[in-house]
């Protein structure tokens, strides 16, 4: 698990809000809203994070399901570890267009590694194959090292002018 926090942009705990069928033109199907709780790794932002699955409804009205990808539950909380540059690198690769973020709304995302069920500490996996669950507070302990490096450089980082 910690291999996949490390490649990920952001590590958290977050709360779906919503989860609709979307399609983008970007090669995914399904949309799931989540509001961050809690930040472990890498800088949230304070909106929603959207979650683009591969499962949802095709062309035809057709449910596909990617076993792989996180089920997710209206209000559910879970530990997701979520990574931009993948999600772009994906919807290039197969609909060579990734859905560009409106200002002010959700930021792309697909999830990397395994996703775990939030209930108060304690970490249970939902993903089949997957082994025995850890703590919240074991994981933090384990990435604080890495977070307090990648917020040291990310502060010293000179800031990046966004061009409209």
């Known amino acids: 698990m910690t291999d996949y926090a490390l490649l990920s942009d952001v590590v958290a705990v977050a709360r779906v809000v919503e989860v609709r069928n979307e399609r983008l033109g970007d090669g995914f199907r399904s949309t799931v809203l989540l509001e961050i709780t809690d930040s472990i790794l890498g800088r949230a932002p304070n909106r929603p994070i959207a979650l683009r699955q591969r499962s949802g409804e095709d062309e035809n009205g057709q449910t596909l399901r990617v076993t792989s990808e996180l089920q997710a539950v209206d209000g ?64 933090k302990a384990t990435l604080a090292p890495v977070a307090r490096a990648r917020n040291t450089a990310d502060d010293a980082a000179p800031a990046q002018e966004t061009v409209q």
């Open 76 to 139: 559910q909380s879970y530990l997701v570890m979520l990574s931009a540059g993948l999600y772009g690198q994906l919807a290039t690769e197969g609909a060579g267009n990734p859905a560009a973020s409106a200002r002010g709304a959700a930021r792309n995302y697909v999830q990397l590694g395994p996703t775990y069920l939030v209930q108060g500490d304690t970490l249970t996996p939902v993903d089949t194959g997957e082994v025995s669950p850890t703590t919240l507070s074991q994981l």
